[in-house]
């Protein structure tokens, strides 16, 4: 069965603080996807990073940066310096999709805040 | 391209009531998601389509919901008898093939049952 789990359940940091959100997955295939989504306080859930199983490399985007360790089954999300802006729940999440259950399987979530 | 489109954004209902969510995908997208989001909680899948087709049924999705997408473009999730367990964000994604590219989510419609 799939599972996400995000165990930082609440983070606090100081603006240009680094911060690492977790997230460990488990799951049977070998051919999933793996999201990140953040969910600002007016509730939309946005889009930052889908990554498929087979492509291992880590990846930057601006202050963003994913860390992808199959042999961990971790998919950890770094904020460097981060801003209030950046004050939100990230979700992590995971789908069997090449196996044709496409549901999204989401962890619980990590409240981040950031304090100018 | 204006993402994808819940209405309404908010709904009070009295409990017993029947209410009915419409949701606008991504017009190219072949895929759409129903999902529900209690507070403290991360999204839990309902239903979902591909084109028309309804492929897949959460045990959440109880007698009382059910979910339509006519035409293969827009979606509608009605609740029967609402109960106040139903109260909670229900968000609509939609996506593109089974790369899942795109997979966008809605602003979705918060419902309370009073």
């Known amino acids: 069965a799939q599972k996400v789990t995000q165990a930082q359940t609440e983070i606090s940091v100081v603006e240009k603080e680094d911060v690492t959100l977790d997230c460990v997955y488990e799951t049977r295939d070998t051919t999933y996807y793996l999201f990140w989504y953040k969910q600002p306080p007016s509730g939309e859930l946005v889009f930052l990073i889908r990554r498929n199983s087979f492509d291992e490399q880590n990846e930057i985007s601006g202050r963003y940066s994913w860390n992808f360790q199959k042999s961990t089954s971790s998919f950890n999300f770094t904020i460097t310096a981060s801003q209030v802006v950046d004050s939100a729940v990230y979700f992590c999440?995971?789908?069997?999709?090449?196996?044709?259950?496409?549901?999204?399987?989401f962890g619980k979530g990590t409240r981040l805040s950031v304090i100018a | 391209d204006t993402g994808v489109s819940q209405n309404p954004r908010h709904k009070i209902t009295k409990r017993g009531q029947n209410v009915t969510f419409r949701c606008d995908p991504i017009s190219e997208h072949n895929r759409l998601y129903w999902y529900r989001q209690t507070l403290g909680q991360g999204p839990e899948f309902l239903t979902y389509f591909q084109n028309e087709a309804q492929l897949e049924k959460s045990r959440l999705l109880s007698d009382r919901f059910s979910a339509e997408r006519p035409k293969g473009s827009f979606s509608t999730l009605e609740i029967q008898r609402t109960e106040q367990g139903d109260s909670a964000m229900y968000l609509c994604?939609?996506?593109?093939?089974?790369?899942?590219?795109?997979?966008?989510f809605g602003s979705g419609t918060r419902l309370t049952v009073v």
């Open positions: 994604a939609s996506s593109l093939g089974r790369e899942l590219v795109g997979y966008t």
């Open positions: 999440a995971l789908s069997e999709a090449l196996s044709g259950n496409t549901p999204l399987v």
